[in-house]
């Protein structure tokens, strides 16, 4: 059973659909008490950081999912989702965010058109790309982490910056897997089946 956070600022109807195309049960909810007592959580999220985090601070959701990983319970934040996992992010003046992963968001800098959209390479290792065939997933961000201890892929875009992270249960990629095709599929079956 997964337990996919209904937010506002997300495509949750994507995401449960490449879900249970993964083989999950859902439980799809805004339920902080059914947040706090999961096993599995999805947290998604798209467009403004600042904005997300605001829905979770005024729903406690906040609180619910460090209560179910204090509990034992695994994460998965995509894209936005994965962002908030991080300490801060500097979109729109410095917002605070979860602080499940050590490191901040910043907005991309270069000669590159921000925001990336599109297909681009990802170096990955771990459990979570178990399996995977592809290298390249779908992203859409303007902001994202650089160098972050908890780094378990990274790809280049205006430099290096980090595509997924990984500390013990709590787990984040910055691209969409239910864009990615089979190899985000596959991303999402990992997911699943880690215990």
Known sequence: MITLVDSPVANVANIARALRASGAELDLTRDPSSIANAIKIVLPGV???????????????????????????????ICVGHQLLFDSSDEMGVTRGLGMIRGDVRKFEGALPVPQIGWNRVRA?????????????????????????????????NGSF??????????????????????????????????
């Open 47 to 77: 467009g403004s950081f600042a904005a997300a985090m605001q829905w979770l601070v005024e729903t406690r959701i906040d609180i619910a999912l460090r209560e179910a990983v204090a509990n034992g319970a695994y994460l998965l934040g």
């Open 125 to 157: 290792r771990g459990p979570l790309f178990d399996g995977v065939e592809s290298e390249a997933f779908y992203f859409v961000n303007s902001y994202a982490a650089r160098d972050v201890e908890s780094e378990i892929a990274s790809a280049d875009y």
């Open 162 to 195: 980090t595509a997924a992270v990984q500390r013990e249960r709590v787990l984040g990629v910055q691209f969409h897997p239910e864009k990615s095709s089979t190899a985000g599929l596959r991303v999402l079956r990992n997911f699943v089946a880690c215990n």
